[in-house]
């Protein structure tokens, strides 16, 4: 007799979101892509058609096909909310820094891949989203300061641009960097004795994790600027703070780097950063979460809800915190 056993993240047909829903944002998605125009048209306008109000070039590549492996026992946040409560210090301390990070510059972009590798080399954006395969995930996404939400996110796996990159053997891990552009980031400004750029990383074991995901879009079409714009990281079994935003530059390391919150809260925020209900963080719970745009607090479930996809790599780990 064969016996299915039910994966942690699947989930009863009559529970998905209807198929006519999100056809419906992919197809209003499809008439608002100016992508393809502005793509040919971007030799001829040069460098000044990338203004920071220009519309993203890579529009055209939204929505992509979803990945149904990848789904939610949740309902996904309304996109309102997941794209205006958002954490970027480099432009304010507050939740509200939409109108403010509508100044970043995303063209041109640049990133640059360096350290243990074969190849070192920097690549624009449009010419790596060329060379990776687009898809979109139903994630979840758990904050350190207890709130969450869920977001269909587009992007490639990061096993697929770790492979690409083609780092040495002795690789032990991946550092990522996010943009430091005082004329454009006022936070940068308001807390100069902080260790800027913004600074993560993973091991290679992680980066290259089924779930550690390289985000350019969400809700089919660019990623929003106070979202990461245009590139930026997902690991959803960790709190909200290692998935780097905006990222420049990928360095390959045999070096465990030292983290942008490492530095600014060592008592409070470690490289491992795993959810885990268990272990609070020094002045709160971790026990419960906010549901963003619900107003309903629900209990945190170890690694997010991921334990089957992850848990394998901390084995062994016990005494180290994995908060810490």
């Known amino acids: 007799m064969l016996i299915k056993r039910k994966r942690g993240w699947e989930i009863p047909e009559r529970e998905a979101t209807p198929e006519h829903i999100f056809e419906d ?39 992509a096909m979803q990945n149904l492996r990848y789904r939610l026992d949740r ?21 509200d820094v939409v109108s403010q990070a509508q100044k970043l510059p995303i063209r041109p972009w640049t990133v640059k891949i360096e350290g243990m590798v074969e190849k070192p080399m920097t690549i624009g954006i449009d010419d790596l989203l060329k060379a990776m ?40 891990y991946v550092v990522m960097k996010t943009l430091a552009d005082k004329s454009s980031m006022p936070g940068l400004r308001q807390n100069p004795f902080w260790p800027w750029p913004y600074t993560e990383g993973l091991t290679m074991e992680e980066a290259n994790n089924e779930l550690a995901f390289l985000v350019t879009g969400m809700y089919g079409k660019p990623v929003a600027k106070q979202n ?14 290692k998935s780097v935003k905006s990222i420049v530059s990928f360095a390959f390391t045999d070096k465990r ?29 971790q026990a419960t979460e906010e549901v963003l745009g619900k107003g309903n607090r629900v209990p945190t479930v170890i690694y997010n809800g991921y334990e089957e996809f992850v848990a ?8 180290e915190p994995l908060f810490m």
């Open 25 to 63: 944002r992919r197809r209003l998605a499809k008439l608002i892509a100016a992508g393809p125009i502005l793509a040919a048209a971007a030799p001829l306008l040069g460098r000044a058609a990338f203004a920071a109000d220009a519309p993203d070039p890579s529009a055209g590549l939204y929505p």
């Open 75 to 95: 309902e996904v946040t309304a996109e309102k909310n997941a794209t205006s409560y958002n954490n970027y210090y480099e432009f304010n301390t507050s939740k």
């Open 133 to 172: 395969k687009l898809e979109e995930r139903l994630y979840r996404h758990r904050c350190v300061e207890a709130w969450s939400m869920a977001v269909p996110w587009t992007g490639f796996a990061m096993k697929d641009f770790v492979a690409w990159a083609k780092p040495a053997s002795g690789a032990k």
């Open 228 to 241: 990461g714009a245009p590139l930026r990281l997902a690991v959803p079994w960790k709190y909200g703070f």
């Open 257 to 285: 780097p030292k983290t942008f919150w490492e530095e600014v809260g060592p008592s409070e925020y470690g490289f491992w950063a795993n959810v885990n209900p268990k272990v609070s963080h020094p002045r709160w719970s």
């Open 312 to 319: 394998d790599m901390y084995k062994g780990m016990e005494k």
